[in-house]
Nanobody, 123 residues
Framework: QVQLVESGGGLVQAGGSLRLSCAASGNIFSIKTVDWYRQAPGKQREFVATITSGGSTNYADSVKGRFTVSREDAKNTVYLQMNSLKPEDTAVYYC?????????????????WGQGTQVTVSS
């Protein structure tokens, strides 16, 4: 079964750091673009960062200079390094990845969401 699993969330004080992981498992041919989103209580899910298969990245203005997205294809894993965390970064963080699956007669791309990981930043 193909799935994305986030990990690394937790409780941290303002100014601290966390590194989130988004690991893909199953019969995966390759991982293409992976996006990170977050959703705070009572708010809509918002874009945080993205990384393409070629390593190009883009960030929401609110996290630029503080968050870094990277990937380790050998481990089918994408990371979100979060530094200088602020209380307003508190949210459930989700990864959304386009995975290329081996169908037996070629590959086909599918989009998957992880289950989310809670990040809480105390002031």
């Amino acid at each position: 079964q193909v799935q994305l699993v986030e990990s690394g969330g937790g409780l941290v004080q303002a100014g601290g750091s966390l590194r989130l992981s988004c690991a893909a498992s199953g019969n995966i041919f390759s991982i293409k673009t992976v996006d990170w989103y977050r959703q705070a209580p009572g708010k809509q899910r918002e874009f945080v960062a993205t990384i393409t298969s070629g390593g190009s990245t883009n960030y929401a203005d609110s996290v630029k200079g503080r968050f870094t997205v990277s990937r380790e294809d050998a481990k089918n894993t994408v990371y979100l390094q979060m530094n200088s965390l602020k209380p307003e970064d508190t949210a459930v963080y989700y990864c959304n990845g386009v995975l290329s699956l081996d169908t037996g007669w070629g590959t086909r791309d599918y989009s998957y969401w992880g289950q989310g990981t809670q990040v809480t930043v105390s002031s």
